[in-house]
């Protein structure tokens, strides 16, 4: 894949050990030097994955490189209607906060 190409890989679960594939990938990615938007999720009715995206921006705060980090993406995946109302504005909430402890924290170096 060409260096011009962003890459956004996907995360949804809550745990993030550098040893799992998914999770390795933002730091094989770091290393090879591209460019990321890393993404994550909160989809799950139960309330569980309420730490992915903290974590995801925690995680990747730490090993990825501030000018490789392009920001964060999540999604909330159900539709856009009245009865998934709650859980679209308890992931929005989730951004924001993930959003100030990044705002709060970021800029440390990648680790190697």
């Known amino acids: 894949m060409p260096k011009s190409v ?16 998914p999770v390795k990938a933002y730091i094989d ?16 009715k139960d309330g569980t994955g309420e730490k992915n995206i903290h ?3 925690e995680f990747c705060d730490t090993h990825i490189a501030d000018p490789r980090l392009y920001g964060f993406l999540q999604t ?6 009245e ?10 909430a989730l951004v924001g906060e993930a959003k100030n ?12």
């Open 6 to 21: 962003l890459q956004s890989n996907w995360y949804y679960d809550e745990k993030f050990d550098d040893k799992l594939t």
């Open 29 to 44: 990615l770091e290393a090879d030097g591209y460019d990321q938007i890393p993404t994550g999720g909160f989809y799950r």
């Open 55 to 57: 974590n995801l921006v």
């Open 76 to 81: 909330f995946w159900a539709p856009t209607t």
């Open 83 to 92: 009865d998934n109302r709650e859980g679209i504005l308890k992931a929005i």
């Open 101 to 112: 402890w990044f705002d709060k924290n970021h800029k440390k170096p990648a680790k190697s």
